[in-house]
Nanobody, 124 residues
Framework: QVQLVESGGGLVQTGGSLRLSCAVSGRTFSRYAVGWFRQAPGKEREFVVAMNWSGGSTYADSVKGRFTISRDNAKNTVYLQMNSLKPEDTAVYYC??????????????????WGQGTQVTVSS
């Protein structure tokens, strides 16, 4: 069973930065596509960014130029560097992984494994 554990969330002021980490169990991490999603109170979970098996990435328009996804296959870890944070970035952030190669990585339904989430709060 694959397990994902997020860390790095917290409280930050507008304009600040945070780096989230997601540790993924398993020996075949390099075969996984990974993504970050977020869910604000009262809203649906939404796509933030994803990275495919070959390192290509895609970003939601709302975070382009501010957030950066990266992965370290030797450490089985994916990172989300978040800069220039805004109050509207406040949400629980989830990482997700899949080995299936079906459909766009921006779609929640294309992921098999999810972490428990980490809270990010941006104060104004």
């Amino acid at each position: 069973q694959v397990q994902l554990v997020e860390s790095g969330g917290g409280l930050v002021q507008t304009g600040g930065s945070l780096r989230l980490s997601c540790a993924v169990s398993g020996r075949t991490f390099s075969r996984y596509a990974v993504g970050w999603f977020r869910q604000a109170p009262g809203k649906e979970r939404e796509f933030v960014v994803a990275m495919n098996w070959s390192g290509g990435s895609t970003y939601a328009d709302s975070v382009k130029g501010r957030f950066t996804i990266s992965r370290d296959n030797a450490k089985n870890t994916v990172y989300l560097q978040m800069n220039s944070l805004k109050p509207e970035d406040t949400a629980v952030y989830y990482c997700a992984a899949t080995v299936r190669r079906l459909g766009p990585l921006s779609s929640l339904s294309n992921y098999d494994y999810w972490g428990q989430g980490t809270q990010v709060t941006v104060s104004s």
